[in-house]
């Protein structure tokens, strides 16, 4: 049975409250939970006390029985101090620039250098 340490939603329509639980990872999300082991109000000021409240003793207990958490909760966790920091995954390349793109632009630099270059030796010669 693989154990996540994940957020369980509640609240009304646009006012949620979560509740973070220890799960089967084959439960639903808002579905059957071994242990409540806090609360999350992402309603309330990132400063607030009662953002996020957790049972650390049993956070703890868990991590050291082989639960892992979900990447918020490991965020939240983090911020409490109860384990390190998630790895920031990497960047997709949808962001970058396609192949021929990549291509002129690198032509275009090239191009600059070698008027950069060709100038500075003209300078050279004037002088």
Do not use: C
Not at 4 to 18: C, D, H, T
Not at 87 to 112: G, M
């Amino acid at each position: 049975m693989s154990l996540k340490i994940r957020l369980s939603r509640g609240g009304a329509k646009r006012r949620p409250v979560y509740r973070i639980v220890v799960a089967d990872s084959r439960m639903p999300r808002d579905g059957r939970f071994i242990e409540k082991l806090g609360t999350y109000n992402p309603m309330l000021a990132n400063d607030h006390e009662e953002r996020v409240r957790l049972k650390e003793e049993r956070v703890s207990h868990w991590l050291a029985n082989g639960a892992r958490p979900t990447d918020r909760v490991a965020r939240l966790l983090a911020a409490k101090g109860l384990m390190a920091a998630p790895a920031i995954p990497e960047q997709t390349k949808k962001n970058q620039l396609k192949a021929k793109a990549q291509e002129r632009l690198r032509e275009a630099e090239e191009r600059a250098k070698a008027a950069a270059e060709a100038a500075a030796e003209g300078a050279e010669a004037a002088s």
